[in-house]
């Protein structure tokens, strides 16, 4: 009767070591992790240039130019303009039809063009400042349109459809091209 | 009197462990499906440079990751600016096309997460967006931090 007794409490696996263990691989896991979010400016770069194809003809009032040379000045066609200041004109450019009117500006956002072009030795830093910039005068414009029509944020309004129906994006294409830097220089 | 000491005496004292390891095994199931285990040894310095009109990458499986920036050296000395992808430097710049070619070929949705130094010069990173575009993988991010941009 004894011994059988006995046989029946080996047969038990021992649980109180397996918290230890548990807490062990917690450790590790809470060591090894980092939690860090992958953010960043997301651009598409254009294709590269076929040398048979001849680039289509852009009117040059639908072209602005945004050059950030090697000093880390920011001349937009041609003229010196400061880092603050850039919102405002990247958004009177692309919502000219909207706003002023102005026969020298974009004719609708749709064919507006931002290009953006840099010297080899400008620094990266004024170069993702100013992009920001241009980015946010996007932002901004589609954050008024999506209040417009919709009520509502354009993040919530382009979590809501996809990418296909999304009328907001359709109507101010975020048309950023960067152009190669000058060889020179 | 005498019953309500009673009662308070019959009451257990002690927190139940019974289920603690539970517990612990949730957290650590959590902890094992959000670790990403550091695959790559950073041999250049990368400070990340910040913006506020930022988006944030959902799939982490599509992203490849080039970083751009002074090479370290040991000793706190910082060498000229370099190119590095996955575990090694790149020496020959037209060398990316092909790598990122292959990437692209196992990855067709592939997102490029470029991570440069902020103090590097944009002649680097267009010859590496150039090869970039050779490549075929247009899709890219410059990484950087949220926050309030750095005083010029």
New interface residues.
Partial sequence: MQLKKRSRETAEVP?AG??DI??L??IF??V????D????????????PDPDQEPPPIRERNLMNIL?NAQ?FILINEERAS?PEVKQLVMDFVDNQNRAQDPNLAESPRQAIVSIK????????????M??EV??AY?QLRDEASMREFGIQYRQYSARVSREDNVIREMYPQNIS?A??DPGS | MSKFQKKQAGTKQQVPTAAMPDIIFMLLIFFMVVTVLREVELQVRVDFTRADNIEKIEQKRLVSYIYIGPEILGGGQFGDTRVQIDDALVDDIFAIRRMMYDKLMEEPRLIVSLRVDQKSEMGIVSDVQQELREAGTLRINYSTLRGAQAPM
């Fill in positions: 649980q397996m918290a548990a807490f691989l917690l896991f809470l090894v992790t980092t939690i979010v992958d953010t960043g400016i997301g651009m598409q770069l254009p294709p590269p950030v880390g880092l840099t010297d080899r030795q400008t620094p990266y830093e004024i170069y993702i400042d992009l920001d980015i946010g932002r960067l190669e830097p």
